[in-house]
């Protein structure tokens, strides 16, 4: 049976039939939010962007065009 080959692209999927639990979402992204919280209270401009931007990215991923693809088909 053949394997098949796994890009590093498929690591950034956040379109997986993993996520179909909106609470699983939800934790993600607010999990990133309270980060970037974290750190900008904690002095450090960079990583509170970088984790806000990440956040927004999964908000707009999960809630505004989710549509999971199931990869074993």
Known sequence: ????????????????????P??????VVTACVLWAIVELANGNPFWAVLFGAIAAYCAH???IVFDPVDKED
């Open 61 to 63: 991923q999960f809630f």
């Open 22 to 27: 909106v609470w699983r979402r939800a934790l």
């Open 1 to 20: 049976m053949a394997k098949k080959r796994r890009s590093l692209l498929d690591v950034f999927n956040v379109q997986s039939a993993f996520f179909i």
